[in-house]
């Protein structure tokens, strides 16, 4: 009577869809690395929530404004709901071995995703700001 899903493949997985909606576990994935975080992605039709399980996090929020995107970062704290609003350009970046939850309409990933591709300035911009924020929190969790 209970249904019961542990993910622990990499990467992004919907485990129940239902209803218009899916709640999906996204496990790290190199994709999700900073360093390999190229674009950035907006859903025109739903907000995306995500809660943060394990691990460090940081959402990527963005107003593209002339062409250029204009960053918002924010490093995730666990239990805490987080939510991207519809035609919000965002993206996440994860340490190795982070989990998050996410919930959104279903279908989002295939039928509503546009994606806007970072040159390599505002790439190396967005590596330094989340870069930053992860040092941040490293520091604090294994002090020197």
């Not at 485990?15 to 994935?29: P, R």
């Not at 859903?43 to 399980?53: N, P, Q, Y």
């Not at 940081?58 to 991207?84: C, G, Q, R, S, W």
């Not at 190795?96 to 994606?115: L, M, P, Q, R, Y």
């Amino acid at each position: 009577m209970i249904e019961t899903f542990v993910v622990k493949d990499k990467g992004y997985h919907p485990v129940i869809i239902d209803n218009g909606w899916q709640m999906a576990h996204l496990n790290y994935t190199e994709e999700q690395d900073i360093e390999q975080i190229t674009r950035l992605d907006v859903h025109l039709k739903t907000d995306e929530v995500f809660v943060l399980i394990k691990g460090n996090a940081i959402l990527i929020a963005a107003d593209i404004v002339h062409e250029e995107p204009l960053f918002e970062v924010k490093l995730m704290k666990p239990n805490t709901i987080y939510n991207i609003p519809q035609n919000m350009w965002h993206n996440i970046a994860m340490e190795a071995g982070s989990e998050v939850f996410i919930a959104e309409k279903s279908n989002t990933h295939i039928a509503d995703c546009k994606h806007f591709e970072l040159n390599e300035r505002k790439q190396e911009e967005l590596k330094s700001m989340v870069k930053a924020l992860f040092n941040s929190v490293n520091h604090i969790q294994h002090p020197s």
